[in-house]
């Protein structure tokens, strides 16, 4: 049976063009980057063009790139690495309540050691209100981070004003830009971001290798305690291989970001114009405008996600649930919840995110699929 995968926001196919550039690295280039000899000098070589080719694709430095092994290490090395730094100017952090839990997590970490986080509530399109952040700041507020954009619902976050307020008042400014990165534009200079988190895996590269820009000025603690690699801040000998992956990635995403957001789009609106002549009693989560453009999340009235997920599943198509009911608990989604979603329709939630493998015809199918089993 073939797969129809519409799940490309919990992570992606790996591109032919990616193996194909990643692969000499895990063969025949396997010197290590920090010996002096042919091989070594190779890796290394690798390592520095992945790194101009992220940078370019977010416009900063190269030098301004650190890898990492993933989205979740380079949010955890981004919000400790600056609160440990900045403690004894300031113990407040302000975030946002739908967050990966990535961010989530480290700043219940952050609060087991004293610090003090502020939760901005979002409305109920996903956005944070931006009087509310002002009025959030205290003279010991030391970060803000705020998403770019969310995983489960798409909202696209205001985040050059967040930027501007936070430089207002000398804050530094952080934004989990998993989702945003290689599907919208992104220029960290022209947005005044600070840091950024972004991930291979969400855009066609192998899941394991991430990176965070950190603005040259910006001192943070050191992650990884052990050798100099990446600037002293994270020891260990660099995956090499991945991170040639992740540069080939961001190289692809910038040259074709226009046409692929397009494609994104239009799958996107043609699958929710189906659905919705097709299929009654189904909710749109998030907004319609400033939305990730392959992303869409629908409640469907009075049915249960997993059992849904189920039966697509047994059709070969693979999208996922708005609640955390992979644990095996019902807990409504906290992002579903934060924008006011009833329990009994965060129970009914889909998420479907298109991809660059995805066809009209996937579509198509996904659609007969949805109105044989509704029925
Ligand atoms: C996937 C994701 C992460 C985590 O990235 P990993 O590479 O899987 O650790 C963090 N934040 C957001 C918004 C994500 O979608």
Redesign the pocket.
């Known amino acids: 049976m073939d797969i129809r995968y519409f799940d490309n926001?919990?992570?992606t196919r790996i591109k032919e063009e990616v193996l194909k550039e990643m692969f000499p690295y895990l063969s025949i280039e396997y010197g290590n980057p920090s010996s002096i000899y042919s091989i070594g000098r190779n890796a290394k070589r690798a390592i520095e063009e992945a790194r101009k080719k992220v940078a370019s694709l977010i416009n900063c430095k190269p030098e301004e790139i650190y890898f990492t092994s993933?989205?979740?290490?380079s949010?955890n090395m981004a919000l400790k690495g600056i609160a440990y730094k900045n403690k004894n100017k300031g113990k407040h952090i302000i975030t946002s309540k739908i967050?990966?839990p990535?961010?989530l997590n480290s700043c219940e970490s952050l609060e087991k050691n004293g610090f003090d986080i502020t939760y901005l509530d979002v409305n109920k399109d996903g956005f944070v209100n931006l009087e509310t952040l002002k009025n959030s700041i205290r003279k010991d507020t030391i970060l803000i981070s705020v998403?770019f954009?969310?995983?489960e619902i798409g909202t696209i976050e205001p985040i050059e004003e967040i930027a501007q307020i936070a430089h207002k008042n000398n804050i530094i400014f952080h934004t989990?830009a998993?989702?945003a990165v290689g599907n919208i534009p992104i220029d960290v200079q022209k947005m005044n971001i600070d840091m950024l988190?972004l991930?291979?895996?969400?855009i066609y590269a192998p899941?394991g290798v991430?990176a965070l820009y950190v603005k040259k000025g910006i001192e943070f603690e050191r992650f990884i305690d052990g050798g100099h690699q990446e600037k002293n801040k994270r020891a260990g000998t660099e995956n090499v291989a991945q991170i040639v992956a992740l540069g080939k990635a961001c190289q692809i995403a910038e040259k074709n970001l226009e046409e692929y957001q397009n494609k994104l789009r239009n799958l996107r609106d043609y699958c929710l114009k189906q659905i919705k002549e097709n299929i009654s009693n189904i909710h749109i989560n998030g907004t319609t405008e400033k939305r990730l453009p392959g992303n869409i999340n629908i409640s469907f009235e009075g049915i249960d996600s997993s059992e849904l997920l189920f039966e697509l599943d047994n059709l070969g198509i693979c999208a996922s649930g708005g609640s955390a009911c992979s644990s095996g608990d019902n807990n409504p989604s906290h992002v579903l919840t934060a924008i006011g979603v009833p329990n009994e329709l965060s129970k009914g939630a889909i998420r479907f995110s298109f991809g660059d493998f995805n066809t009209k015809e996937d579509v198509d199918y996904l659609i007969e699929a949805l109105k044989k089993i509704i029925k």
């Open positions: 926001s919990a992570t993933c989205g979740s290490e949010d967050e990966h990535a961010i998403m954009a969310n995983n989990d998993v989702q988190s991930s291979g895996h969400k899941k991430g």
